[in-house]
């Protein structure tokens, strides 16, 4: 992290001489090495012409430190994404992994089972309801597997591709 606060700290100092601006950099607390945070304060009323030369330094600074999806899932503990899947259920290690999509096509699939669990227990009598209960745990367990089994292959494709 030591190295890190001395490169964001010479490329605030460089941009601030070339451009006559106070940079402030914020390493932001838990988001990993890469998240930086820039904030602009002109010194002096600047010129449209350093303004953009401030947004350009600051954007290609920004993008060179901005970690890729493969390098967060990389960086993910497999384990804690496979039990997160698993003891809540419902995709949460796809939260913990940041990967959105997966995240809600476990949602949306957790929301129909859910749905048509419902619509199918309205017209059963009582001594269905206790087999309908128990196929519905069933089919949440059976995606909890799923989910915890892709996440945890997943971590193991990135870290094996690179």
Known sequence: MEGVWKQCRSVALAAA?????ALTILLLPGAGSGALALRRRWAHGSEPQRAASARQSASIFLA???P??????AASAGWVA?????VPGLGAGYLYQRRWRAYWITSALAT???VAGAVLAQNADAAAEAQNQLVGLIGLLALAAVTATEAGLAVKRVRADG
Do not use: C, P, S
């Not at 001489?17 to 601006?21: H, V």
């Not at 890729?68 to 899932?73: A, K, N, P």
């Open 17 to 21: 001489d070339a451009n006559r601006q």
């Open 64 to 66: 060179a430190m901005t």
């Open 82 to 86: 496979v039990v997160l899947n698993v």
């Open 112 to 114: 129909a089972w859910f």
């Open 68 to 73: 890729t999806r493969e390098q967060i899932l």
